[in-house]
């Protein structure tokens, strides 16, 4: 399905330059003196980069149909993960250089949702939250508080992320997917 600029919605797939991208941002420039041209910021699918690219107003591309199906996280199977269709129950294993971003948040029976285009696997959608154990950190402080300057704590997956000194090996936390792992709260 052919789409113009003039369709742009933000999370919308298209097909450009034998790429998939998602877009992130956009907007439409009606300059005094020349043609009205489209700013927008991509996400390419299959690499992770961002680019801001310009299009011409009314330029023509591809919309990229794209499938986000439910799985839920198996386990690991070597260098490949193994995620399972919640409806369907079919098994798929997907590379680990494919996720590697989200391997720091997952944990085994886990509900993800797992993105698509055509038969290529893209992404692994986590939740905006997730809940890990701490595995090692130093000692909490006598009195600190949560407004303290925190210390390193590694999470049961391996991510190392900042905590309030009050918090100890063992504690279980929710943590921030989307900014890379950053302290929520205790669970």
Do not use: C
Not at 69 to 88: E, I, K
């Amino acid at each position: 399905m052919a789409i113009d600029t003039s369709n742009f919605k933000n999370g919308l797939t298209i097909e450009y330059n034998k790429a998939i991208w998602r877009i992130l941002s956009f907007q439409h420039v009606k300059p005094g003196k020349g043609g009205a041209f489209v700013r927008s910021k991509l996400k390419n699918l299959r690499t992770g980069a961002v680019n801001e690219i310009t299009f011409r107003a009314g330029e023509h591309m591809e919309a990229a149909d794209i499938t986000t199906r439910p799985m839920q996280y198996l386990y690991a199977n070597g260098d490949s993960y193994v995620f399972m269709d919640v409806d369907t129950y079919d098994q798929v294993e997907i590379p680990g250089d494919k996720i590697k971003d989200s391997l720091k948040f997952l944990l085994e029976n886990m509900q993800v949702k797992v993105t698509s285009y055509k038969d290529e696997i893209l992404d692994v959608e986590l939740p905006a939250t997730v809940e890990l154990s701490v595995t090692d950190t130093q000692p909490s402080i006598k009195g600190a508080t949560v407004n303290g300057g925190g210390k390193p704590a590694t999470m049961e997956t391996g991510l190392v992320i900042t905590v309030p000194d009050f918090v100890n090996a063992g504690d279980k936390l929710v943590v921030n997917t989307s900014d890379g792992g950053s302290y929520k709260e205790r669970a």
